[in-house]
Nanobody, 115 residues
Framework: QVQLVESGGGLVQPGGSLRLSCAASGSIFRIGAMGWYRQAPGKQRELVATITDGGSTNYANSVKGRFTISRDNAKKTVYLQMNSLKPEDTAVYYC?????????WGQGTQVTVSS
């Protein structure tokens, strides 16, 4: 059974940094694109960043220049380095990955940016 497990969320002050991790486990033959999405209270889930299996990246305009997505294929893990965090970055962050040609989601990790 395939699973995605996120870690690294928490409470941080404005201007601070956090690094999210998402590890895939289970019967995995191929991992395609991976990404991070977020959902703030009362809002729809939105794309934050994606990375292909070849390493090409894509970012939401709201996080460009502040967030960096990366992946370690040997560890089956995707990361999201978040710098210069703002209160509007507060949300539940979800990992997404195309595994064995099927999309999977993690359980989500809370990120709260507040003084």
């Amino acid at each position: 059974q395939v699973q995605l497990v996120e870690s690294g969320g928490g409470l941080v002050q404005p201007g601070g940094s956090l690094r999210l991790s998402c590890a895939a486990s289970g019967s995995i033959f191929r991992i395609g694109a991976m990404g991070w999405y977020r959902q703030a209270p009362g809002k729809q889930r939105e794309l934050v960043a994606t990375i292909t299996d070849g390493g090409s990246t894509n970012y939401a305009n709201s996080v460009k220049g502040r967030f960096t997505i990366s992946r370690d294929n040997a560890k089956k893990t995707v990361y999201l380095q978040m710098n210069s965090l703002k209160p509007e970055d507060t949300a539940v962050y979800y990992c997404n990955a195309n595994i064995n040609l099927v999309p999977f989601w993690g359980q989500g990790t809370q990120v709260t940016v507040s003084s």
